[in-house]
C-alpha cells in the first residue's frame, strides 16, 4: 500500500541530545514537509523540500536540521539548540504541482526526559 | 500573510445533531486554496477536502459539506446527522499559489468536535 511512515512512534530525548526523526514514502511524490503540532494547537512549517538535494527554511526552522538525499526520504534532526522540543511532529508530501494536497504521516510523538 | 482563523475552539453536541465549523482567512493571492482535514485522537491528519478561490460551489459529501463564501473569506464546514466516529479535531488550511514559495500550508488553530452518544 502506498503511504507515509514515521518512525518512531515515540521518541525520548536527554538534555543536550540530537534525535532524528525519520520519514519515508511510497507515493512517488517530489515535495516533503515537516511540521510541528503543539498542544491545543495548528500545525506550524519547521522546513520542507521540493526536490531532491534542495530544501527551504519554513517558519520555525531553527534548532532543527534536515536533509533529502533521496526522493523517498525526509529525516528531520532535532537538534540541542532547540530548547522546548516536546511536540508531536508530522510529515507530509505532496505531488510537487500546483495545487497540490499535502498528505500525512502517522505522525512522532517526541518528549525530553 | 496568510492567516487562517477557527475561533470555535471546542464544539460538542449529541449524536445525530448537526455542526458547523467556521473558518475565515486572510490572503493577498488572488489564486489560492483552501482545505479541510480532520485528526482523530491517532493524531494522523486525514484530507478531507481541497477549494479553488475561483470555485464558489457548495459541496456535499455524504454527510459532509463545505460553504465557500470569497465575499466573507469564509469557507464552513457542516457535519449533518453528527457520529461519534466524528469526534476529532478539524483544521482548515489555506495554500497560496505554487509560485509563493512552495505550496505552505497555513493552518487554523483547529476545532475539538466531541460527539456524544
Known amino acids: 500500500d502506498g503511504g507515509i511512515t514515521q518512525s518512531p512512534k515515540y521518541l525520548f530525548r536527554k538534555e543536550g541530545q540530537n534525535v532524528t526523526l525519520s520519514c519515508e514514502q511510497n507515493l512517488n511524490h517530489d515535495a516533503m514537509y515537516w511540521y510541528r503540532q503543539d498542544p491545543g494547537q495548528g500545525l506550524r512549517l519547521i522546513y520542507y523540500?521540493?526536490?531532491?538535494?534542495?530544501?527551504q527554511k519554513g517558519d520555525i526552522a531553527e534548532g532543527y536540521s534536515v536533509s533529502r538525499e533521496k526522493k523517498e526520504s525526509f529525516p528531520l534532526t532535532v537538534t540541542s539548540a532547540q530548547k522546548n522540543p516536546t511536540a508531536f511532529y508530522l510529515c507530509?508530501?505532496?505531488?510537487?504541482?500546483?495545487?497540490?494536497?499535502?498528505?500525512f504521516g502517522p505522525g512522532t510523538r517526541l518528549l525530553v526526559l | 500573510a496568510q492567516k487562517v482563523t477557527q475561533a470555535q475552539t471546542e464544539i460538542s453536541v449529541v449524536e445525530k445533531e448537526d455542526v458547523t465549523l467556521d473558518c475565515v482567512y486572510e490572503t493577498r493571492d488572488t489564486t489560492y486554496y483552501l482545505f479541510w482535514y480532520k485528526q482523530p485522537p491517532s493524531g494522523e491528519l486525514v484530507f478531507l477536502i481541497r477549494?479553488?478561490?475561483?470555485?464558489?460551489q457548495n459541496e456535499i459529501s455524504g454527510r459532509y459539506s463545505w460553504n465557500f463564501q470569497k465575499s466573507t473569506s469564509s469557507f464552513n464546514f457542516t457535519i449533518t446527522a453528527s457520529q461519534v466516529v466524528d469526534s476529532a479535531v478539524y483544521f482548515c488550511?489555506?495554500?497560496?499559489?505554487?509560485?509563493?514559495?512552495?505550496?505552505?500550508?497555513?493552518f487554523g488553530g483547529g476545532t475539538r468536535v466531541l460527539v456524544k452518544p
Open positions: 488550511a489555506l495554500s497560496g499559489s505554487i509560485k509563493a514559495a512552495g505550496n505552505k500550508l497555513t
Open positions: 523540500s521540493q526536490i531532491v538535494n534542495d530544501f
Open positions: 507530509a508530501s505532496s505531488i510537487e504541482s500546483s495545487p497540490a494536497t499535502q498528505y
Open positions: 477549494r479553488n478561490s475561483f470555485d464558489e
